[in-house]
């Protein structure tokens, strides 16, 4: 198999999980502050059918990885939700906001202990055949929980950060950071355009992504 076939065939499926469990991770938690909307509207599960957005899944990380961008970058369709039915609106929205993150964050401690396990414990005990195919899966995993956790950080609107960010702030100030949510996806494709992002979030990446897999 080719190389450029083999990463697409591996980051693929380590991109949809994460994106999924992030959007799920957002439904779950409304749901635990009294906002049903994601349940109602079938969205409240881990079935990678209902979260799939068929540019930010599939076409634009498939195009970026032929194109040897080494950030894999992509995301699932916005899992609805209605912040009026929280049974606490600030808090309910910091909670919700920063569960994606906490999620991604999580997948990457979770495969960043099996890569351990098989790396330090089984790569001598199972075929080569079997530990090498995983390590280089929970190793693409980890690397793209990260770029998903840390981007999603950044306090730019519509990104998770900003929703944080928002919830620290009186409701009555909340306005401003809707009305400047409207242009928070051009900001962000400019800033990416000029490698703005890059730099900021590409040093915490790596520096944890070592850090995890003992490198």
Avoid: C
Wanted: charged share 15%; net charge neutral; proline share 8%.
């Amino acid at each position: 198999m080719e190389p450029d076939l083999r990463n697409l065939v591996i980051s693929l499926p380590a991109l949809m999980m994460a994106v999924v469990f992030h959007e799920y991770a957002h439904g779950w938690m409304a749901y635990r502050m009294g906002d049903a909307t994601a349940k109602e509207e079938g969205r409240l599960t881990i079935n990678p059918l209902p979260h799939i957005d068929p540019f930010g899944t599939i076409i634009l990380p498939g195009l970026l990885m032929l194109m040897g961008i080494p950030i894999l970058f992509g995301w699932a369709k916005p899992v609805p939700i209605n912040p009026l039915r929280f049974r606490n609106l600030r808090l309910g929205t910091f909670l919700v906001s920063i569960a994606g993150i906490s999620m991604n964050f999580l997948l990457a401690i979770i495969f960043s202990i099996l890569y351990n396990i098989l790396d330090k414990k089984l790569y001598d005990v199972l075929p080569l055949s079997i530990t090498e195919p995983l390590l280089i899966f929970s190793a693409k995993v980890v690397l793209v929980n990260l770029v998903l956790a840390v981007f999603n950080a950044l306090p730019i609107p519509p990104l998770d950060g900003s929703r944080v960010l928002m919830s620290l702030f009186s409701v009555r100030y909340w306005d401003l950071f809707y009305r400047f949510e409207v242009y928070g996806f051009w900001i962000i494709m400019v800033l990416l355009m000029f490698g703005i992002i890059q730099r900021i979030i590409v040093p915490p990446i790596f520096f944890l992504y070592n850090l995890l897999l003992g490198l």
